[in-house]
């Protein structure tokens, strides 16, 4: 018998085993650890609470982790599991979702779904719309090179995450859910960098600061540089998540460099 319950009384052990499960089969396969499932659920500070569990007989067979920030929420991963997909239990999934945010008072919702899911119709089905593309930058090294050669301190000033955000916010740049401030503070060993005239920036995590996580510009004539530096920092890969169509990726595209794969950034509002 199908049944709905929060996750809130589910273990670490269950839910990363149902997160495994249900993954399969879609164009990007995540297999989690216990550690890593954690830690996921850390980063995007899921509300286990007011997150749906759909179960047979006990087993998680479907899900959706809704993550909150003040009158915000975002749907931080939601799958059903392989035996029982295509029985039309994904929109009564996502509707039971919503009912849980409205329990929080939430005003808003929102998700990614790549283009080519046809999870994006389920989603418009129960109220959600589409705000806008998000490019996807998965490069390996040697894709490209701008020509510069220059050192990064020449164009760019490390400085404390304060005045990074606060420079991002001066620059009206609008984030997807993953590049939020909030969110990126939760990452550790982090490194932000200003351009000279505060009106581009890049900041870095990993053990050597040269994983991208956000990187922005106001300026077409800074794009080159900011690229160039990213480049230098980061050895020549580019890997970049959520960037939407600004400077960024119409320099990209001018070079022929086209996004790994487009995703709808997609928004439901409470009436």
């Known amino acids: 018998m199908l049944e709905y319950s929060t996750l ?15 993954w399969q089969g879609y164009q990007f396969e995540t297999n989690y650890s216990e550690v890593q499932m954690k830690a996921w659920l850390y980063q995007c500070q899921v509300d286990l609470g007011h997150s749906v569990a759909l179960r047979e007989s006990g087993e998680i067979v479907g899900f959706a982790l809704l993550s909150v920030e003040n009158e915000d929420g975002w749907i931080a991963g939601t799958s059903i599991d392989p035996h029982f997909r295509g029985k039309h239990l994904f929109a009564p999934l996502m509707s039971t979702q919503i009912q849980y945010a409205h329990d929080l ?13 046809h999870a994006a119709k389920v989603y418009e089905a129960v109220g959600f719309k589409p705000m806008r593309e998000l490019h996807v930058y998965r490069l390996p090294a040697g ?29 009206e740049f609008s984030p997807s859910w993953q590049r939020r401030e909030n969110h990126l503070k939760r990452y550790s060993s982090l490194k932000a960098w200003l351009n000279l005239q505060g009106n581009s920036g890049m900041l870095f995590t990993g053990e050597h600061y040269t994983t991208l996580l956000d990187t922005w510009t106001i300026s077409w004539e800074q794009v080159e540089k900011l690229i160039s530096s990213i480049l230098e920092i980061t050895e020549g890969d580019f890997n970049l998540t959520n960037q939407p169509k600004d400077w960024i990726s119409a320099y990209l595209t001018r070079l022929g460099i086209l996004p790994s794969s487009i995703q709808y950034e997609m928004i439901y509002k409470r009436n």
């Open 8 to 22: 809130d009384n589910s273990s670490l052990y269950e839910i990363t085993q149902a997160w495994n499960r249900c």
């Open 143 to 171: 894709t490209f090179r701008t020509g510069l050669s220059q050192k990064v301190c020449r164009y760019f000033r490390e400085v404390p995450l304060s005045e990074y955000f606060e420079a991002r916010t001066r620059a």
């Open 105 to 117: 008072d939430l005003k808003r919702l929102q998700l990614e779904v790549l283009t080519q899911n």
